[in-house]
Every structure is written in C-alpha cells, then in structure tokens.
C-alpha cells in the first residue's frame, strides 16, 4: 500500500488549496478514505471521509462547509478542497485508506503528509 | 465531537506492562465497536495497532492488546521495549461516517 499526499503550500487566510491523494497497491475503489490532520506539535483531528463510491461524506465540525473530500476512482486518487483557510488549519494533512473495503471501520495506512501552512 | 481524552504521558520500565486508558462518552466509545490505537514516533506517520477494538493487524506484536469497557478503550503494552517509546492515539467511530481522536499519550521507557 503506498499512499502520497502533495499540494500542501504556504497561503493567506482566506485562501484556497487542493490537496492530493496517490493510491496505489490496493484496489482503492473499494475503499473508503480518510483525512486526518496534525498541527505543529499537536495530536491528531480526524477532518473527512468519503465513501467508496464517493456518494457519501463526512466531516469533521470544524470544517463543515469550507472543506471538500472528492475521489476519481478512475485515477486512483483522493482530492480536499480546502477554502476560507484559517490559521488554525495548518497542519500536517495525511490521506489514510479505511481498514475494510465498502464498509467503514476505520484508517489503517496512511500516507506521510504533505504540509499546509496559513500566514499572511 | 470532543475529543477523547488520554492521560498526557505513562511510563514503564523495559519488561514492564503498562495500561493506556481512552475514555469517550456514550456517543461513541460506549456505543460502537470501532476504537482504534496509533503508534506514532517522532516524524513518521501514525501506524495501526489495534483495530475493532481488540484486533492486531499482521505484522504487530501480540504485546500489545486492546479492550473496553464502557466509554472507556485501554491498550495495553506487555514487555515494554525501548521502541514502544512513542506517542499513541485511539480513535472512535462516532456515527454518520464520522470519527474522532484521542489526545494521545507520550509513552517513556525508563
């Protein structure tokens, strides 16, 4: 299983980025998937899931209407649309596939995180 | 969706067990059968040790156990090594596709 998270920059609050998910090494279509994120420093925050077929979402509260999980299973990739950034969403945001596939219970591999950092 | 809450450190001498406790409420530890354990050391992504509660994923030593018992989970660390040094997370389904974390606990090996 790998997993490789890109996109992460430096941008101003209030900005927009998208992350990126590679997958490879498992049948990502069967699988749901996560974002967790970890501040500087601090533990981890659980942020969206998607649903296999990505007909379902999820999020965290404190994301709920700025964030955006999506997935082309075609491309086996997993995508955040993050807008109206704040301060305080900087962190280091992992992709993580879920341990079975169709049905939730959880991540298991994740990727090594790719670095969003707001700052004006 | 508050976080779970871990004691902030526990430590143990080589060859010693120790008891990490996760206590969440009825909303999620409590009700659903889905608590997970993460091992993280320092500048590396989290790595699954339980699963569903008490399930180890092959390739993790059978040292490490998990139970539960109300709105609390507890993962425990039998022989402690000195590379079980790290910090852990649990992690809880809380309904709706939703989870959330621990606080995470930094485990020391005297």
């Known amino acids: 299983v790998q997993l490789v998270e890109s996109g992460g920059v430096v941008v101003q609050p209030g900005g927009s980025l998208r992350l990126s998910c590679a997958a490879s090494?498992?049948?990502?279509?069967?699988?749901?998937m996560h974002w967790v994120r970890q501040p500087p420093g601090k533990g981890l925050e659980w942020v969206s899931l998607?649903?296999?077929?990505?007909?379902?979402?999820s999020y965290a509260d404190s994301v709920k209407g700025r964030f955006t999980i999506s997935r082309d299973n075609r491309k086996n990739s997993l995508y955040l649309q993050m807008n109206s950034l704040r301060t305080d969403d900087t962190a280091l945001y992992y992709c993580?596939?879920?341990?079975?596939?169709?049905?939730?219970?959880?991540?298991?591999?994740w990727g090594q995180g790719t670095l969003v950092t707001v700052s004006s | 969706q508050s976080a779970l809450t871990q004691p902030a450190s526990v430590s143990g001498s080589p060859g010693q067990s120790i008891t990490l406790s996760c206590t969440g409420t009825?909303?999620?530890?409590?009700?659903?059968?889905?608590v997970s354990w993460f091992q993280q050391h320092p500048g590396k992504a989290p790595k699954l040790m339980i699963y569903?509660?008490?399930k180890r994923p092959s390739g993790v030593s059978n040292r490490i156990s998990g139970s539960k018992s109300g709105n609390t989970a507890s993962l425990t660390i039998s022989g402690l090594h000195a590379d079980d040094e790290a910090d852990y997370y649990c992690?809880?389904?809380?309904?709706?596709?939703?989870?959330?974390f621990g606080t995470g606990t930094r485990v020391t090996v005297l």
């Open positions: 009825s909303s999620d530890v409590g009700t659903y059968n889905l």
């Open positions: 569903e509660g008490n």
């Open positions: 993580a596939k879920d341990i079975y596939g169709y049905d939730t219970s959880g991540p298991d591999y």
């Open positions: 992690c809880s389904y809380t309904g709706g596709n939703t989870y959330v």
């Open positions: 998607i649903t296999w077929d990505g007909t379902s979402t």
């Open positions: 090494g498992f049948i990502f279509a069967d699988h749901p």
